[in-house]
C-alpha cells in the first residue's frame, strides 16, 4: 500500500467512525413503506367509521356534520364512542407501525453492525420523543376541547417538528421528511375539516414515498 | 511535499489513535465501553493508546463511580482538537497534493 492510499483509507475510517458514533443510521426504509400502508388501513378504517356514524338513522347528525367539517361550533362529542373508536383506530396503527419498525431497523442494526441501543439511538429515540410527546398531549387537549378539525394539522406539525429535530441524529433525509409533514399541517391547519385526508398523505402516502426512496439509496445493493 | 508532511502528527501515525480522536470529536464524552465496542479493540490496547494521548494532553481521562462499578469516560481536550483537526488538514492537502 502506498502512503497516499494508507492516508485515503485513514480519511475514510475517520469519517465512517465519526458517522457511526454520532449518529443512527439504521432506520429501515421498509418501516416507513409498512408503517405508510398501515396508516393508509387506518384513515380508511376512519374514514368508514365517520361515515357510519353521520348516516345513522335520524339525518338529525347533518348539523353535526356540517360543523364538524367546517368547526363552526364545537361539536359537543366528548369522549362518545365515535372519538373513542378513532382514538382507538389510531393507537392500532401507531402500534402496529411501532412494532413493525423496531423489527426492521433491529434487523438492519444487525446487518450494519451498530448496536440497537446505544448512545446514538438514545439520543435519537430522545430528541424524537419530546416534540411528539408535547404534540400528543396538545392534541388530546384539542379533542377535550371539542376542537376535533385541529387534531389532524396539530399532530401533522409536530410529528414533522420531531423529524426535523431529530434529523442531527440519523440520516439526514428524515428532514425532509419533517418539513413536507410541517407544510401538510399548515395547510391542513387552512383547511380545516380535511384532517382525514391530509392525515392519509401525510401519514400514509409521505411515508411510502420516504420508505421507497430510502429502500433504493441506501439498502438495494 | 516535505513541508506538508511535516505537519502530519506523530501521535496520530496509529490507527487506533486516529479513531479515538475521530469518535472523542463528534461525541462529548465517551465510555470506556462505547469506544471499546466502536473501534473493535481489546481492552489493553485501547488503554494503551488512551494513555498515549493523555500523555500529549489530547484526551482527558475522568475516572468515577457508578455504584460499586468503575466508570472511565474520555473527552478531547482543546489542544487535542486543534491538533487532530490540523492533522486532517494535513492529510487532505496531502492527498490532493
Known amino acids: 500500500m502506498t502512503d497516499q492510499e494508507k492516508h485515503l483509507q485513514d480519511l475514510k475510517e475517520i469519517r465512517s467512525l465519526m458517522e457511526k458514533s454520532s449518529k443512527f443510521v439504521s432506520l429501515s426504509g421498509l418501516s416507513g413503506i409498512i408503517t405508510g400502508v398501515v396508516a393508509l388501513i387506518g384513515a380508511a378504517l376512519a374514514y368508514y367509521r365517520l361515515q357510519q356514524h353521520w348516516m345513522q338513522s335520524d339525518g338529525g347528525r347533518f348539523a353535526e356534520y356540517s360543523s364538524f367539517v367546517h368547526n363552526t361550533i364545537p361539536v359537543q362529542l366528548g369522549?362518545?364512542?365515535?372519538?373513542?373508536?378513532?382514538?382507538?383506530?389510531?393507537?392500532?396503527?401507531?402500534?402496529?407501525?411501532?412494532?413493525?419498525?423496531?423489527?426492521?431497523?433491529?434487523?438492519?442494526?444487525?446487518?450494519?453492525?451498530?448496536?440497537?441501543?446505544?448512545?446514538?439511538?438514545?439520543?435519537?429515540?430522545?430528541?424524537?420523543?419530546?416534540?411528539?410527546?408535547?404534540?400528543?398531549?396538545?392534541?388530546?387537549?384539542?379533542?377535550?376541547?371539542d376542537l376535533f378539525g385541529l387534531v389532524a394539522p396539530v399532530t401533522l406539525i409536530f410529528y414533522g417538528l420531531a423529524l426535523i429535530n431529530s434529523s442531527k441524529y440519523t440520516l439526514h433525509d428524515i428532514r425532509y421528511l419533517?418539513?413536507?409533514?410541517?407544510?401538510?399541517?399548515?395547510?391542513n391547519a387552512a383547511s380545516i375539516?380535511?384532517?382525514?385526508?391530509?392525515?392519509?398523505?401525510?401519514?400514509?402516502?409521505l411515508h411510502i414515498i420516504y420508505g421507497v426512496l430510502m429502500y433504493f439509496k441506501y439498502e438495494r445493493k | 511535499m516535505k513541508g506538508i508532511i511535516a505537519h502530519l502528527n506523530k501521535a496520530f501515525e496509529n490507527r487506533i489513535r486516529l479513531g479515538i480522536m475521530s469518535v472523542l470529536l463528534v461525541n462529548d464524552t465517551v465510555e470506556f465501553n462505547r469506544m471499546k465496542e466502536l473501534l473493535d479493540v481489546s481492552d489493553g490496547n485501547l488503554a494503551s493508546h488512551i494513555s498515549a494521548l493523555e500523555k500529549e494532553e489530547y484526551v482527558l481521562v475522568q475516572k468515577q463511580f457508578v455504584g460499586k462499578k468503575p466508570n472511565t469516560t474520555y473527552k478531547v481536550t482543546k489542544l487535542g482538537k486543534k491538533a487532530f483537526e490540523d492533522h486532517l488538514t494535513a492529510l487532505e492537502k496531502l492527498l490532493k497534493g
Open chain 1, 193 to 205: 375539516g380535511y384532517g382525514i385526508f391530509y392525515w392519509a398523505i401525510g401519514f400514509g402516502l
Open chain 1, 178 to 187: 419533517g418539513f413536507a409533514e410541517v407544510i401538510l399541517g399548515l395547510m
Open chain 1, 79 to 145: 369522549w362518545s364512542n365515535l372519538v373513542f373508536d378513532l382514538v382507538a383506530i389510531a393507537c392500532g396503527v401507531l402500534f402496529v407501525a411501532v412494532v413493525a419498525s423496531t423489527y426492521l431497523t433491529v434487523k438492519t442494526a444487525k446487518k450494519n453492525g451498530q448496536s440497537m441501543w446505544d448512545k446514538s439511538s438514545q439520543l435519537l429515540a430522545v430528541n424524537m420523543m419530546i416534540p411528539l410527546a408535547i404534540g400528543g398531549v396538545f392534541a388530546l387537549i384539542m379533542i377535550k376541547q
